[in-house]
């Protein structure tokens, strides 16, 4: 089979060295070996969390945290902010673990604002909020910064985002914005493949946590914890992902955790003036496009999906047509993970080729 | 970092076919590419789980499912049967969940009898019971036959089996014997990478699961069924345990079932004989000794951490030292997986000779 790189938000490309990791020989994962792993990529993941709490690696999707986020932290009722398809669906989620929910929902492209959490928290119904920084479906990126300075006036209410796909493409600082869980995936900024994701936990959460009977084992953020004070996990973990993030953090650090925010941001310029200069349109509302991936408006009516079928068959590479309801009318390139901006605007230049043979 | 052979009972050795299997590049887990592969590997799964039922992977370790089954299932009261580390645990997972649960505890290595499970159900007061086939902690291997026959009095009461770590080392025929949800983690016989499990469900669970509201989302057994409707997932899955499972599928056809169950009983009569003429003794009661592994007694008092050293050392190969409160008084040896039997003959003689020098 011809490998097709990606360029598409999630799974991305992964890199050889970081397949070499991912597949080394299996160790006992009761085994001092294994221990010995987990707490060497303690430090790296911490920093990339900006937080001295540890670190997890969860076998799962992000999905498993997200739902295991619900399950260990709302007792009363969540406020899910709604903006797209992950953000909608976190609201489904929390309905089918038979939680009290509430939707704040706005359209797609458009952004979280915080007067509007802040309108919705004050009536005191909500012990939760789920936020998602980057909405990948969409492109757009909540200014999760202003979000966190309301968050403060509720700290009672805990507050749960997901990073999935901007978590190590831009400083997102844990401990200092007061955020109750942070999680993401390991195949999108990362590079890994999929299969795993990495969350952290503050400690009112885990008095929260503590506070609730019915959480469950798979997900239980005080098992999780538990089992990390000696560097153990709560079940078999995918081994084979924590080999990956090794290598992965150890390529972190060699590019510097400020040159790999710089390369990702100037991958995204790259790739927003070429948007503006093809005459495309941005689907997020302008100031919240994402640092990772670039949703395009397709204000042109481009064939799409012909366009992704000779970027396969000409350069073995694919982007996103779309997800979901805006498919075809939007489509994504991510910018995120190992790709460099010569790599993004070599990627631009065969989009630019192919466009010209529709 | 030396590659250290696992006779241990999983994780075991990963052959370097599946491994490079494991590594393929990734792809969309939304694309034809993905549906492909999922479609692919669905015969050879269902073969193995002797079933017409769809089989799924879901990205988790084998707890995951085991959670899930009781989040799906249980509506009145659970009957976890108790007989080692795993059985016990699934018990207090159940009261995690929130699930009214009862133990039917027997001393470890002892079997769970049916006619015990049937006095338990006869009280009317359970809608589900939990079965660990294979307590891997001890070795000891439960009559599931006799215990399904017993079952099919209860029709009401949902049967769920964990065949961790006996499945696809021996024929367990799910249709045939009735059972509810059956589940397996990867990284046992089938001699994959940890990080996932694979599982099939009942219709008559189908249906149960559609009464209860607050399943959840990333263990709904309708969501995996809706999604494998399309071939889909119904979240971001670990797409390399897909293309591995394809390799193993590939091997295990080439090798035939009943060849490859004729190996599994081979490898355990190997060992079975060389624990007797060593005057060892057996840690399950006899004949419930499992086909996978064996536990055995440290009768002789060995230092087992000792022999384990020396054949790290001297054979680049580890045994286990017994699991939990049995530690050091017992020892287990995994004959499961790709080993031959002259494989297994060559590692009991390395024992023989690292005992000799204890």
């Known amino acids: 089979m011809t490998h097709i790189k990606l360029f598409s938000p999630g799974p991305i490309e992964v890199s050889e060295k970081t397949m070499r990791a991912f597949s080394r020989p299996m160790i006992g994962h009761r085994s001092k070996d294994f221990q010995t792993l987990n707490a060497a990529i303690q430090p790296g993941l911490q920093e990339l969390f900006f937080t001295k709490q540890p670190v997890f690696v969860s076998t799962s999707s992000a999905w498993g945290v997200m739902e295991g986020a619900l399950r260990n932290l709302v007792s ?58 980057n909405e990948t479906s969409t492109g757009t990126m909540n200014p999760l910064t202003e979000i966190a300075a309301v968050m403060k006036k509720f700290p009672d209410v805990m507050f749960i985002v997901d990073c999935v796909s901007s978590f190590s493409g831009m400083k997102i600082p844990f401990d200092e914005l007061g955020i109750d869980v942070m999680l993401a995936g390991t195949q999108k900024a990362l590079a890994l493949p999929a299969g795993a994701a990495v969350f952290t936990v503050s400690e009112k959460a885990y008095a929260k946590a503590a506070t609730i009977k019915d959480r469950g084992y798979y997900f239980d953020f005080l098992e999780f914890k538990k089992n990390q004070e000696s560097d153990m996990t709560p079940t078999t973990p995918s081994i084979s992902h924590f080999y990956a993030l090794q290598s992965k953090l150890e390529d972190i650090a060699a590019e510097g955790l400020e040159n790999r925010y710089a390369r990702h941001l100037e991958n995204a310029k790259v790739t927003r003036a070429w948007v503006k200069e093809r005459g495309f349109a941005f689907f997020p509302k302008e100031g919240y496009e994402s640092i990772t991936l670039t949703c395009v408006a397709n204000n042109k009516g481009i064939d799409v999906a012909k366009l992704n079928s000779l970027l396969k068959t000409k350069h073995s590479c694919v982007i996103d047509g779309g997800y979901g309801k805006i498919k075809g009318t939007s489509f994504r390139i991510s910018h995120m993970g190992d790709e460099s901006t010569e790599n993004i605007k070599q990627l631009l230049g065969w989009i630019d080729g192919c466009i010209a043979e529709l």
């Open 76 to 133: 009363k009722k969540v406020l899910c902010c709604m903006s797209g398809a992950f953000s909608d669906k976190w609201f489904d989620v929390a309905k089918k673990c038979g939680k009290q929910a509430d939707a704040l929902q706005v359209e797609w492209g458009q952004p979280i604002l915080p007067e509007a959490i802040e309108a919705k928290l004050a009536t005191g119904e909500f012990d939760a909020i789920t936020l998602i920084h």
